[in-house]
């Protein structure tokens, strides 16, 4: 099925959350003429005359019940002409949902539509809009799947007036009527039930989705974003059987600075399903009050489970949140561990166990915690608790930092972002301008070898056939020949620390730690100047490099 206003309305509304209650809950008082009215301008008045027929309409106490519904799309014939054109340029912008659904129409049990009316300007809106057990039909007749309910809640006149477009099946004109999703305002948007079998040759799959949901949405804020119940089952003619579950994506009370992103990816979306560039004009941001920080309250996924072809992924959780206390922002993320095996029954869960083999794993498993804080009197982000990444008997790398400067960063950032730019100025000196309010108070990174190397280094020794010890001194080797080349604005002293530190770490394992300590703070945009100069401070930048060797 071509996607239409309709469809395409219809895509983005598959952000959704699911509503209960009955079909009477919370409706408008509405008098039949003046439903009857709106139900015009909806072009649901006559059966068939636009892209909507049904079998029988029923009208009590506000609401509007339509059986055997039939979505139809009545630009197909024009589309199959756009395809031959483009056909002709060897290109093709015909536009099909992500998944290869094609189909001609959808049909729907029952559809409702709760208290059309009009509002004081006279725009037809509704409080509800749900098409119920509804399928997805081809041109043969034949049903590859469908949804259980989609439900619209409390949209306001712009988001209603493109689905009374798609209702319409008249052909629209995209310039005089665009879809701008940050243009909509709803309560509950929700698809529940999505199924979907593809049987076209070498691409056959199941896909399902038990709920895709968004609810609460003002134009900068979203209160719910959740996705709940993914399972995709398919085979891959090179990489065999492939499935893939995920039980939760939650995101909560998504704020300005989160959403500003969303929108232009929706109408970068929105463009790409029609074949066409962004031409939106980028969002104006009110760069005095922008809060970077108003991202997000939660975010939340648990239940991964995947089989690549024989590569096993499993992970229980991550989770993030930012919370705003007393004259601070605290942001904290943990990741439980994600484990990579294999299945060896299977050709490249074979091949994925020999390699892990070669280093002494069955198996690989990460995981990682971090916390920041915002001091809103200092403007500081800084690093505070456990901050790592850590691949079990493998390596761990630990953070501590503290930058000064972070909100006037931000802004810059954001107004580059959003396009209040000039584009032939945009090069390298402008990015480093963006990085000139951001100061470096302290920064330290380190490397710990938890037995990863010295697998790594049992592992090349084999296949080189030479001691371990011999590869070690021949990496230690080939460090300081690198280091010989490195560029001549880069201070000797700290390029003689870090081939020190690097064949030290590489001899003896242990922990190799970066650090910048200067006596001052140093801006970022600075920093990355003198070194491209050559006018670099090595010691007033208090940069070293140095390797601990590991405990007997």
């Known amino acids: 099925m071509r996607l239409t206003h309709l469809a395409t309305s219809a895509a983005i509304a598959v952000l959704a959350a699911a509503c209960g209650g009955n079909d009477r809950s919370g409706t408008t008082d509405v008098d039949e003429s003046t439903a009857a009215s709106a139900l015009e301008a909806l072009h649901l008045a006559t059966s068939g005359e636009g892209a909507v027929s049904w079998g029988g309409r029923t009208f009590d106490d506000g609401v509007y019940t339509f059986t055997d519904v039939v979505f139809s799309d009545l630009n197909?014939?024009?589309?199959?002409?756009?395809?031959?054109?483009d056909g002709e340029d060897g290109e093709d912008d015909a536009v099909e949902i992500d998944t290869d659904m094609e189909f001609d129409s959808v049909r729907a049990e029952r559809m409702i539509v709760a208290a059309p009316r009009f509002d004081e300007d006279g725009n037809?809106?509704?409080?509800?809009?749900?098409?119920?057990d509804a399928r997805?039909?081809?041109d043969d007749d034949d049903t590859d799947g469908g949804f259980d309910r989609f439900v619209l809640e409390q949209p306001n006149a712009a988001m209603v007036a493109d689905f009374a477009r798609g209702f319409?099946?008249?052909?629209?004109?995209?310039?005089?009527?665009?879809?701008?999703f940050s243009t909509y305002r709803f309560e509950t948007l929700a698809l529940e039930g999505l199924s979907f079998v593809s049987t076209e040759a070498g691409e056959e799959g199941e896909f399902g989705l038990t709920r895709f949901a968004m609810e609460g949405y003002t134009g900068d804020r979203l209160g719910l974003f959740e996705l709940s119940g993914l399972r995709f089952e398919g085979e891959d003619p090179d990489t065999g059987p492939i499935v893939i579950r995920l039980d939760t994506i939650a995101m909560e009370n998504i704020g300005p600075s989160f959403m500003h992103s969303l929108d232009r990816g929706i109408a970068d979306a929105m463009a790409a399903e029609a074949g066409e560039e962004t031409d939106a004009p980028a969002e104006e941001f009110d760069l005095d009050t922008y809060d970077p920080f108003d991202a997000y309250e939660s975010f939340r996924m648990t239940g991964l489970d995947a089989n690549i072809g024989g590569i096993l992924v499993t992970m229980d959780s991550m989770s993030a949140a930012i919370e705003r206390g007393r004259g601070e922002v605290v942001m904290t993320s943990e990741m439980t561990p994600l484990v990579v095996r294999p299945d060896t029954n299977q050709p490249l869960g074979a091949q994925f166990a020999m390699g892990l083999g070669m280093l002494g794993y069955q198996q690989i498993e990460l995981h990682g915690a971090s916390e920041a804080v915002y001091d809103e009197a200092g403007d500081r982000v800084f690093t505070r608790g456990d901050n790592y990444f850590e691949m079990t008997d493998g390596f761990r790398i630990e953070g501590e930092s503290d930058f000064g400067g972070y909100l006037a960063y931000a802004r810059e950032a954001m107004r580059m972002s959003t396009g209040d730019f000039d584009e032939e100025t945009f090069d390298g000196d402008a990015i480093l301008a963006m990085f000139d309010p951001l100061v470096i108070n302290s920064f330290v990174l380190r490397l710990e070898d938890h037995s990863l190397l010295d697998r790594a280094l049992t592992a090349g020794s084999a296949a080189q056939g030479m001691s371990k010890?011999?590869?070690?001194?021949?990496?230690?080797?080939?460090?300081?020949?690198?280091?010989?080349g490195m560029p001549a604005e880069i201070p000797r002293?700290?390029?003689?620390?870090?081939?020190?530190?690097?064949?030290?770490?590489?001899?003896e394992g242990g922990t190799i730690t970066i650090s910048v300590q200067p006596d001052e703070p140093i801006s970022v945009g600075a920093l990355a100047r003198a070194a491209g100069d050559g006018s670099f401070d090595f010691d007033a930048y208090?940069?070293?490099?140095t390797a601990e060797p590991a405990d007997e």
């Open 168 to 180: 319409s099946g008249e052909d629209s004109d995209d310039d005089a009527n665009p879809q701008v």
């Open 542 to 545: 208090g940069i070293t490099v």
């Open 76 to 85: 197909d014939d024009e589309d199959d002409e756009d395809d031959a054109e």
């Open 493 to 507: 002293p700290l390029v003689s620390q870090l081939s020190s530190a690097l064949v030290s770490f590489i001899n």
């Open 136 to 138: 997805f039909v081809g």
């Open 124 to 132: 037809v809106i509704f409080d509800r809009l749900s098409i119920e």
């Open 469 to 484: 010890e011999e590869l070690r001194q021949q990496a230690g080797a080939m460090v300081s020949l690198g280091m010989l």
